[in-house]
């Protein structure tokens, strides 16, 4: 009897013991998940109200003036299909097209613009202070091609439908170029002058690699021995109803982007007649070795690059139980990782990833292109924009390629963010069918240029968040 009860004692201690451990636990996470604060949330309002600048509070001819901009714009169909295969008559209308649209710009006595490689360009406007360093901003002016019989409207019509603009470009990338020449050109017309000298770099082939445009107008600032204080292209967006979990909007700011590698397997075999074949032909080895690709994926890197910093920024922002996952990655990144994965979209943020693009079969069989996954990064801050209505803004990562990495040597700090407004249902739209933006979000988008180029007049400007791995 005695022994039993005791027993029984011991058990209720450990598993009060035990208990308690687990409780000590929960609450832990649950501290951590409330108290959060990832590094570099902090306050930045004291850069808030610094520039006492021009309102950018558009009258309506000038809010109908930008918007027939944006649509000349959309309706030279800039395609660009191939280095060599591109409308060069396309290209030079765009360049003819600017200056009418522009007039201010191209004529200040304090903007100097020049036409690299035939059809890219290139705006140096000065300030006032020679000391400090000058800034930049990218955009590109070509187009992937458009299938007309996919679209509802003419992809290059820059039809109005229910307060949204379509047209090949509309999202990737004519908005964001249109937006920076007409945020300077309203400026410029305000009589503002920059103290801080900045450029305008505006490249002619992003969508085949840009080692025409931006490559060239990057060598052309390199030899006139420049060095950027930041960089601002493409790259990211607002995400609306995108990230599992956030019932607000996210800005999300790109630090680095993945990189890709494209690599060819060939096997050639002795030709033999198809009615004796050997015991392996090429076809057979070539396909074994595909299938080996496609079952032993990279390895999952998740949380090791910027989207740790992302998804920890985001955590006190989401709702339950996701906010605790996300403020406690230390322990939940194998779930997190693991259920990311899934889904090809989210699988491009965890590791590198595989495509086999081209097969040829036949005597030779060849390429095999391998993209390359994030590699470690580093993530800082959080900045606001000067006025109220702003976003807290969250830097991660761009699966993409853009413009940005020829201007590699001109700078560390390479952001790749426009504020245009992304839901899930658009994620197919840029490159893909019926792309467009809202006309709303484009004079948005106006406006966020507008107070960028005052805001970048700055004396010291806000701490950089430079990844280690930009690409
Ligand atoms: C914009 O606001 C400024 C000052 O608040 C005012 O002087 C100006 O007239 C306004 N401009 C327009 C176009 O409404
Ligand atoms: C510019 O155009 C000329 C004449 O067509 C051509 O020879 C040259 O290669 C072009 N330059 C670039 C950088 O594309
Ligand atoms: C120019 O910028 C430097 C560096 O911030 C500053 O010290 C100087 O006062 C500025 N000069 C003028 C005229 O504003």
């Known amino acids: 009897m005695k022994n039993t009860k005791g027993k029984i004692k011991v058990t209720l201690i450990i ?10 636990f929960l609450s832990a996470l649950l501290i951590r998940t409330y108290t959060f604060s990832a590094a570099g949330n902090q306050d930045r309002s004291s850069f808030d109200t610094v520039v ?41 209308e765009f360049g003819n097209f600017l200056p009418k649209v522009f007039p201010t710009v191209f004529s200040s006595n304090l903007v100097q613009h020049e036409i690299i490689a035939n059809y890219s360009h290139l705006f140096t406007v000065r300030g006032s202070n020679d ?31 229910d307060g949204y603009l379509y047209g090949r470009g509309a999202m990737d990338d004519k908005a964001s170029l249109m937006g920076i020449l007409q945020a300077l050109e309203f400026l410029l017309k305000r009589g503002y002058k920059p103290c801080r000298s900045f450029y305008i770099g505006i490249g002619h082939d992003e969508e085949v690699g840009g080692n025409n445009g931006a490559r060239n107008i990057a060598t052309v600032l390199q030899s006139r021995g420049i060095k950027l204080s930041f960089l601002l292209d493409e790259g990211s967006f607002i995400l609306s109803g995108i990230v599992p979990g ?42 074994a070795a595909v299938s080996k690709l496609e079952k032993n994926p990279m390895p999952r890197m998740f949380g090791q690059g910027p989207e740790r910093g992302l998804f920890e920024h985001l955590s006190p922002q989401l709702r339950f139980p996701l906010n605790m996952v996300m403020a406690n990655l230390w322990l939940f990144s194998p ?5 990311m ?6 699988n491009s943020l965890v590791r590198t990833t595989t495509a086999v693009t081209e097969f040829y079969a036949g005597i030779k069989i060849k390429a095999i292109r391998v993209f390359y996954a994030p590699c470690p990064g580093l993530i800082t801050a959080v900045s ?12 991660g990562l761009c699966i993409a390629n853009t413009d940005t990495r020829h201007y590699l040597k001109l700078t560390k700090q390479l952001y790749r963010f426009i504020p245009m407004i ?32 005052q805001n970048s007049d700055l004396s010291s400007l806000p701490p950089s968040h430079i990844s280690s791995c930009n690409l």
């Open 131 to 161: 000391s400090l360093q000058p800034y930049m901003l990218i955009a590109h002016l070509d187009v992937v091609p458009a299938l007309e019989e996919e679209w509802d409207v003419p992809p290059f019509s820059a039809e109005e439908r």
């Open 246 to 287: 956030l019932n607000k909007n996210a800005a999300i700011i790109a630090t680095s982007e993945k990189g890709f590698a494209t690599i060819s397997l060939s096997v050639s075999v002795d030709t033999g007649h198809s009615s004796m074949p050997p015991k392996e032909t090429s076809i057979g080895i070539l396909a």
């Open 422 to 453: 992304l839901k899930q249902e658009d994620l197919t739209r840029i490159h893909g069918v019926n792309e467009r933006i809202s006309i709303k979000n484009y004079e948005e988008i106006v406006e966020f240029y507008f107070r960028l180029l």
């Open 335 to 339: 779930i997190v990782s693991r259920m």
């Open 15 to 24: 598993l009060l013991v035990l208990l308690s451990v687990f409780l000590i």
């Open 384 to 395: 606001k924009s000067r006025d109220r209505k702003c976003y807290k803004y969250k830097l």
């Open 52 to 92: 006492a600048g021009f309102a950018a509070n558009f009258s309506k001819t000038e809010r109908t003036r930008l918007l027939d901009n944006l649509k000349g714009a959309l309706r030279i169909p800039t395609v660009n299909r191939g280095a060599t295969d591109f409308d060069s008559s396309s290209l030079e």
């Open 341 to 346: 994965e899934k889904k090809p979209s989210t």
